[in-house]
């Protein structure tokens, strides 16, 4: 609440506890990140990896890719810099992950709460789609004791993982040693098997599949309908992602334009920058046993050879706006990418059928007053930039051609429709969920949406109702911050050479060592532990706030908080009076009367020297430990228990 003074809010039995822990509430499959970050401060590698592993199939790669929302909603963001949240995730999984090619510790690792309590032999289920949503689906039921088939259309699995992501930014074996470690769990996997071409959805049911899950993606790309778009050279962003990442590239020439502000956009433009067929020469050499530098040194002199390649990413969105990650952005600068922000693209020019430049012109707002995407341009600053390649990296579509009348899913606005709860689509026994039916989101949004879409499959064919119960509860903190812990800078995980990088398809980013790790490990501020303030013994000495290093303690008079129409009254309920005696009162006389204690949370550095000082240990450190779990509930009974 806000009272005109403070922001304010009253600590409630749970919620509040749990928001605080922002790492953890921000994670869409609620990993508990504060969690395994401690452990890798204190040296407790295995415990790090199972407890990242616990809610998230696929962990290892999360490690290398997430969007990271833990991070974006950090606390120690507010202090300096957030804690490296997903490179740390990274690091556990290299040493215990499937990556490691022992999937034992994966399956055992696996938080078997968060799947539906009454398991057993079940029917078979088919999945349709070898990504994340469609291989997190199966490695949920399969454990609760569904007989999965995976449907694949490519010739081998991982969606988006393995045609979306550059491989130089995601090891494509260890995108199958994700795969590999839920089909150990006794999924089966059948690739080259396309919806509408090998198959069909009234095949699969009469085939005996008693539900079928779409997770199907976004395959195609998106082009903007400007003239010229049709010309030879032109193409969209996952068609030349697909391209590149299969070994196959599309014909690029010298100058390339990519429009487009996101991370497909530097995905694209960081993918056209490399050198992908001479690279397949320097592989070749180094099969043939003359070593990785041969194969590096004959990319690079290729690379000279080629003459210069220049890639210009067009935007309209200014630096500051820009949805990139601030890391593709500064990697891209640094291998040679020219970036140009606040420019719109109006015409695809060209010569003889053949793309030679692309005009834009400024564009002076993205966004309209009240935050709707609205661009607004100056037709008058004209700018053309030469391009023999043009590629649109600006969004994805759906196909859904295989849909045929009598499936009895429905589609709206270009996406499968279903319901955003359950993700059952208008046919009863079909389910969708991830991109296909939300639009382009996070890997780690498909997975979350994944999970709910398996328990709704099984209520639907057990006829329950599975709901997730929070458990909590508080424990003494017993913890030891690391000397110098609040000093701490964010350090990220080093990167290639510049020039190395920009000649391979060698992976950019590596991983710390373990001193570092450690290190920024222990730069974590513990929103696990709180401070538990009891006032029915505190004398109000005002000790804590003289102590407490960050300022963030005050003790405040009712003079100050009844001004807010819900301070007044839970005054007026605590003294027994009315809201009228109150406000009669002078100010002197309302801070006679008593005050509030508060904390603002944004800044606490868990130091503990507030509760140390306390005289009558009126403030202690405790741990909210808490988790969620599946429970099975009475059909008839519409509580959800925790969401």
Not at 275 to 303: I, N, T
Not at 344 to 359: F, I, Y
Not at 543 to 567: F, H, M, T, Y
């Amino acid at each position: 609440m806000n009272n005109g003074f403070f922001q304010v809010r009253v600590p409630d039995a749970t919620d509040y506890w749990v928001e605080m822990v922002k790492c953890r509430h921000a994670c869409p499959v609620k990993t508990d990140a504060c969690g395994y970050v401690n452990a890798i401060a204190e040296s407790r590698y295995e415990d790090a990896y199972r407890i990242a592993r616990a809610t998230n199939p696929f962990a290892s790669i999360c490690g290398r890719v997430c969007g990271a929302p833990c991070e974006a909603n950090c606390r120690r963001g507010s202090l300096d810099s957030p804690v490296s949240i997903r490179a740390l995730k990274r690091f556990v999984t290299e040493r215990f992950g499937p990556e490691t090619g022992d999937y034992a510790t994966y399956r055992d690792a696996a938080d078997k709460r968060m799947l539906p309590p009454n398991r057993g032999d079940y029917e078979r289920v088919a999945v349709v789609g070898a990504g994340v949503a469609g291989m997190t689906v199966a490695h949920d039921l399969a454990q609760v004791g569904y007989k999965v088939t995976v449907f694949e259309a490519s010739a081998k699995p991982g969606g988006m993982l393995r045609v979306g992501v550059p491989v130089f930014r995601l090891p494509r074996d260890l995108v199958q040693h994700e795969i590999d470690a839920i089909v150990s769990l006794g999924v089966e996997l059948k690739c080259n098997m396309r919806l509408g071409r090998d198959m069909t959805i009234e095949s699969l049911r009469r085939e005996g599949f008693k539900a079928i899950f779409l997770g199907i993606g976004l395959p195609k790309g998106r082009k903007l309908p400007l003239p010229g778009a049709d010309l030879d050279g032109v193409y969209d962003g996952m068609d030349f992602l697909r391209a590149f990442n299969e070994g196959e590239p599309l014909p690029l020439g010298r100058k390339i334009v990519v429009i487009g502000g996101g991370n497909v956009a530097y995905d694209v433009a960081r993918s056209a920058i490399r050198p992908v067929e001479l690279l397949k020469r320097g592989e070749a050499l180094e099969e043939m046993g003359r070593g990785e530098q041969v194969a590096f040194d004959v990319a690079r002199s290729a690379l000279r050879l080629s003459g210069d390649k220049e890639v210009h990413v067009v935007c309209l969105e200014s630096r500051a706006e820009m949805p990139a990650d601030e890391i593709e952005i500064i990697e891209g600068g640094e291998e040679g990418i020219h970036l140009h922000n606040r420019r719109g693209p109006r015409v695809v020019l060209g010569e003889n059928g053949k793309v030679t430049a692309l005009r834009t012109i400024a564009c002076t707002s993205v966004f309209d007053g009240e935050g709707r995407f609205n661009p607004a341009f100056d037709e008058s600053q004209v700018e053309d930039i030469p391009a023999d390649t043009l590629i649109f990296a600006i969004g994805q579509t759906s196909d859904l051609s295989f849909l045929q009348s009598g499936d009895g899913v429905e589609t709206e606005r270009g996406l499968v429709k279903v319901n955003r709860e359950t993700y059952q689509t208008t046919a009863p026994d079909v389910f969708a969920c991830g991109d296909v039916a939300h639009g382009p989101r996070l890997f780690i949004d498909a997975i979350a949406s994944a999970q709910i879409a398996a328990r709704s499959m099984h209520d639907f064919l057990r006829g329950t109702r599975t709901d997730v119960a929070l458990r909590k509860q508080w424990k003494p903190a017993v913890y030891t911050m690391a000397e110098g812990w609040n000093r701490f800078e964010r350090e990220n995980p080093p990167a290639l050479a510049t020039d190395k990088r920009a000649a391979s398809l060698e992976i950019v980013e590596v991983s710390y060592g373990e001193d570092d790790a450690r290190r920024q490990a222990a730069r974590c501020l513990r929103c696990n532990v709180d401070t538990v303030f009891d006032t029915s013994i505190c004398v109000a000495c005002n000790g804590c706030v003289d102590v407490c290093p960050e300022n963030l303690i005050r003790l405040v008079g009712l003079s100050k908080l009844v001004a807010d129409p819900q301070w007044l009254k839970t005054a007026a309920e605590g003294f027994g009076v009315e809201e009228s005696d109150l406000t009669s009162l002078s100010a002197a006389e309302l801070d006679s009367l008593g005050g509030v204690m508060m904390k603002d949370e944004t800044t606490c550095i868990r130091c503990a020297m507030c509760a140390s000082r306390c005289p009558t240990h009126a403030i202690t450190m405790k741990h909210f430990d808490f988790y969620r779990e599946c429970v099975t509930v009475p059909t008839s009974n519409s509580k959800i228990l925790y969401k």
